[in-house]
């Protein structure tokens, strides 16, 4: 207990000798996690949006123009009652006009502009859960009349352009995450390096005491464990303020509707941000202290 103890007013006496240095490191650590979080939070919320497309895909089949209006309500009313289907909503020309308007701003004057007949009347179906899947989606829009609708879309092409996007982007975000973590370790290394060269002689004379390596290098493994805490605190502060005043601004300007809220991560992810930061921390100091001591052997 008592060399606990110590090893604990140690760590404390060197953060607040060394506390420069130990700022560097601290902020080097922070820098690291913020960009890391930057991405998990960019990876997250694309997550999240190919999760609510890919449980909500139907099949917007859109009218030719010739189709008489009693025709559509037909076909609606037959695709209605087909077992696959969940639900038929009809969209004439105007629910089509209205829908883009209340999503996209400033394309009023366009539409006046262009006239009318710029926008299709439609039928968007879904398709009960079970029959949700790529083939059965292809295979039920390929069974829609051809002689009534001028184009059929299954809304599968643009979610699987978007799932191998985020595959790519998980790649790059992996090799990425790597070298930041690498540079880091580095830079965080050789400033505890400093650290520990600025108590050579404290250090010095534990080894001429006796004091074995555990007890020599655990207080340097404590204060890199704070650097760590510290420096995820940190990254989590900064990360919450580019939420704030950039995430959330793309929100607003997302007026599509493909989207739902976009989030800030939730709190097992920034557990993990801060864990990594502790093991950061840790790792650096371990290095950097048995580099000391093995140079100085």
Do not use: C
């Amino acid at each position: 207990m008592h060399a606990l103890q110590h090893i604990l007013r140690r760590a404390i006496r060197s953060l607040w000798e060394q506390a420069y240095l130990n700022s560097v490191a601290t902020f080097v650590i922070a820098a690291a996690l913020l960009l890391m979080g930057v991405y998990l939070t960019v990876q997250f919320n694309l997550n999240a949006i190919v999760d609510s497309w890919d449980s909500d895909v139907h099949v917007s089949a859109y009218f030719k123009d010739d189709v008489p209006e009693q025709r559509r309500f037909e076909l609606r009313d037959e695709l209605a009652a087909r077992r696959e289907v969940a639900s038929v909503r009809y969209f004439s020309e105007e629910d089509a006009r209205r829908w883009l308007i209340d999503r996209v701003a400033d394309i009023e004057p366009v539409l006046d502009e262009l006239g009318p007949g710029v926008l299709p009347a439609s039928l968007e179906i879904t398709l009960v859960p079970e029959r949700s899947n790529p083939e059965a989606i292809a295979a039920f829009a390929r069974s829609l009349s051809s002689t009534d609708f001028d184009d059929i879309d299954d809304g599968r092409e643009w979610v699987e352009r978007f799932h191998a996007f985020l595959s790519l982007l998980q790649l790059l975000g992996a090799v990425l995450g790597a070298l930041i973590v690498l540079a880091a370790l580095f830079l965080v290394a050789n400033t505890v390096y400093l650290i520990v060269y600025n108590r050579r002689d404290e250090v010095e004379i534990q080894k001429l005491v006796g004091a074995t390596t555990t007890y020599i290098i655990a207080p340097f493994l404590l204060e890199g464990a704070a650097q760590g805490v510290l420096g995820g605190v940190v990254a989590i502060f900064g990360l919450w303020g580019v939420h704030r005043l950039l995430v959330v601004r793309l929100q607003e300007a997302l007026q599509l509707g493909v989207a739902g809220d976009l989030v800030f991560l939730p709190v097992s992810w920034r557990l993990a941000l801060l864990a990594t930061g502790v093991v950061l921390g840790v790792l650096a100091a371990g290095v950097s202290v048995r580099r000391f001591l093995s140079t100085a052997a």
